[in-house]
């Protein structure tokens, strides 16, 4: 159902099954995919695509220009996955030239209300970010990754997959996986086990992502001592190798 309210730009493509309310704004080379629901006064502009059963609440702004000073009208992109769920107030832009002119949303995701996620950020799948987290520009956010309220991440900060942070946390630096952090700056809380337990992480992968984390925050060791201390660890377990390679290809340093 689509609101004679609404306005759908002659370029916009819009898959079967799609729900557009009144005061909409659908833009120029938009792609809903099939069962999106907009709500009153949604903007989506593109160019975007957006994928299959994605729902938006009102006041969303999805897919606009971006806040660097830089842009300069670029014809940058917005890509977003499916089943994601986008509350009031949240604010998408999109990428732009100075990066790979792509801002990416994986799949299964919920922003709540006010959310930011600046240019060039690449988020993964079954990512949450609670009330007012923003992402600055260059932020990567891997999957199942949670953001707590108000959580303020400086732009070309990586947090890894699995990892929490705590309301009003400001995040500086990298945030390996797994790794709970809090405070301003964040620094290190421990391990998300009770996350990592719900996602069927065995006894013996969480055991040695305890070890990788005490290697790296707690025996005072540098980045490649960290590394080779996990070194057997990581041989054995791949999701310490994720924490492992984490660690080795971090530029801005990670959380201490």
Not at 24 to 30: I, K, L, N, R
Not at 137 to 145: F, I, K, L, N, S
Not at 197 to 219: C, H, L, M, N, P
Request: charged letters at 20%.
């Amino acid at each position: 159902m689509i609101s004679e309210q609404a306005y759908i730009h002659p370029s916009a493509k819009i898959g079967k099954d799609v729900t557009i309310g009144p005061f909409c704004y659908v833009g120029a080379d938009v792609e809903l995919g099939d069962g999106c629901v907009l709500e009153p006064s949604v903007v989506v502009k593109g160019p975007s695509v957006i994928g299959k059963n994605n729902h938006f609440y009102q006041f969303a702004s999805i897919g606009e220009d971006c806040q660097d000073k830089k842009y300069d009208g670029e014809p940058t992109r917005l890509v977003m996955g499916d089943n994601n769920v986008v509350r009031e107030h949240v604010t998408i832009h999109r990428g732009t030239i100075q990066d790979n002119s792509l801002t990416q949303i994986g799949s299964n995701c919920l922003l709540m209300a006010q959310v930011h996620i600046a240019h060039d950020c690449m988020v993964g799948d079954n990512v949450i970010m609670a009330n007012g987290a923003s992402i600055a520009g260059h932020c990567h956010v891997g999957d199942w990754a949670i953001l707590g309220g108000m959580t303020g991440v400086h732009q070309f900060v990586h947090i890894g997959a699995h990892a929490f942070t705590a309301g009003y946390s400001l995040v500086l630096q990298d945030v390996p996986p797994y790794v709970m952090a809090a405070g301003q700056s964040a620094v290190p809380r421990g391990i998300n086990s009770e996350g990592l337990k719900r996602r069927g992480f065995s006894k013996e992968a969480i055991s040695a992502i305890k070890r990788s984390y005490r290697s790296t925050f707690r025996a005072n060791l540098g980045k490649d001592e960290a590394i080779e201390a996990m070194a057997e660890d990581a041989a054995q377990f791949d999701e310490v190798k994720v924490f492992s390679d984490f660690l080795a290809n971090s530029s801005r340093g990670v959380i201490r």
